[in-house]
Nanobody, 123 residues
Framework: VQLQASGGGSVRAGGSLRLSCAAP????????MAWFRQSLGKERVLVAS???????NYADSALGRFTISRDDAKKTVNLQMNNLKLEDTAVYYC??????????????????WGQGTLVTVSS
């Protein structure tokens, strides 16, 4: 298992949750980390991403409410979610993208997914 996500749960609308994703086995400081989510019957979509230099990108639905951060020393990426809405209910997945060195062939791209953590927002 390359990525281990945690922190999901149930919360009332307007509440907050903090998701964490640990990636102890990758060269974390070189990876672009992201959170995606997938609601029932819908495609998996990007919520937020953070580059190895700390540049962040957010879906319009997350702007102003969610904050993605990374701790390279702990090899974790976090997603602080505030003012949660009913439509934020989904399974949240962390993702790591980068390059890894392979013998003979050299650097090859990778994309690893965490196992998903369920966030349920109720009224």
């Amino acid at each position: 298992v390359q990525l281990q996500a945690s922190g999901g749960g149930s919360v009332r609308a307007g509440g907050s949750l903090r998701l964490s994703c640990a990636a102890p086995r990758i060269t974390f400081e070189d990876a672009t980390m992201a959170w995606f989510r997938q609601s029932l019957g819908k495609e998996r979509v990007l919520v937020a991403s953070i580059s190895r230099r700390g540049t962040t990108n957010y879906a319009d639905s997350a702007l102003g409410r969610f904050t993605i951060s990374r701790d390279d020393a702990k090899k974790t990426v976090n997603l602080q979610m505030n003012n949660l809405k009913l439509e934020d209910t989904a399974v949240y997945y962390c993702n790591a993208k980068g390059w890894e060195e392979k013998p003979v062939v050299g650097p090859v791209p990778y994309s690893y997914w965490g196992q998903g953590t369920l966030v349920t927002v109720s009224s």
